[in-house]
T-cell receptor
Framework: ELKVEQNPLFLSMQEGKNYTIYCNYSTTSDRLYWYRQDPGKSLESLFVLLSNGAVKQEGRLMASLDTKARLSTLHITAAVHDLSATYFCAIYGGATNKLIFGTGTLLAVQP | NAGVTQTPKFQVLKTGQSMTLQCAQDMNHNSMYWYRQDPGMGLRLIYYSASEGTTDKGEVPNGYNVSRLNKREFSLRLESAAPSQTSVYFC?????????????FGDGTRLSIL
């Protein structure tokens, strides 16, 4: 069974602090996606990671992919309140572009 | 830039009623998808259409039907709504073969079944 597990499920952090969200998956996949969702809103694509060792950065967020360990990380540097949202990782589960999503990490950045 | 458009945005139904959720995309994508989102469970794939004229079941297809009307439009139908189908429904589209491009999502339909 294809599984994508994220941890933590909930993260409360103070502004200015650093933290990492982890995404583990159970099957080989060469594509991993990170999305952000604000409350009551749609999913916004953050990063597309396509190969082992891929690292992408946008502002205070940096994502990496280790396909051998079946692990992706989303690192938050010097968090600000605007980063408060739910973050999802997703992998392709096989043919026809089917995405398998993690359960999400709810990030709350406190002033 | 419209992207993926879903209608309606909100709907309340009574148990046993039927309705169709509409989705249209203007990005000329071949593949389209319907997901449901429930608290603590992420997004789960209901049905997908890899290309015009084809549809396939996803992870949770029971109680739903779909129609790929043309390349732009992909609808989801609840024939006899049940309270367990209360959820937020998202439509998405993508272009197969372009692995560096993510799936694009609509704004969602919030459906309550009483």
């Amino acid at each position: 069974e294809l599984k994508v597990e994220q941890n933590p499920l909930f993260l409360s952090m103070q502004e200015g602090k650093n933290y990492t969200i982890y995404c583990n998956y159970s099957t080989t996949s060469d594509r991993l996606y990170w999305y952000r969702q604000d409350p009551g809103k749609s999913l916004e694509s953050l990063f597309v990671l396509l190969s082992n060792g891929a690292v992408k950065q946008e502002g205070r967020l940096m994502a990496s992919l280790d396909t051998k360990a079946r692990l992706s990380t989303l690192h938050i540097t010097a968090a600000v309140h605007d980063l408060s949202a739910t973050y999802f990782c997703a992998i392709y589960g096989g043919a026809t572009n089917k995405l398998i999503f993690g359960t999400g990490t709810l990030l709350a950045v406190q002033p | 830039n419209a992207g993926v458009t879903q209608t309606p945005k909100f709907q309340v139904l009574k148990t046993g009623q039927s309705m169709t959720l509409q989705c249209a995309q203007d990005m000329n994508h071949n593949s389209m998808y319907w997901y449901r989102q429930d608290p603590g469970m992420g997004l789960r794939l209901i049905y997908y259409s890899a290309s015009e004229g084809t549809t396939d079941k996803g992870e949770v297809p029971n109680g739903y039907n779909v129609s790929r009307l043309n390349k732009r439009e992909f609808s989801l139908r609840l024939e006899s709504a049940a309270p367990s189908q209360t959820s937020v429904y998202f439509c998405a589209s993508s272009e197969p073969g372009m692995s560096n491009q993510p799936q694009h999502f609509g704004d969602g339909t919030r459906l309550s079944i009483l």
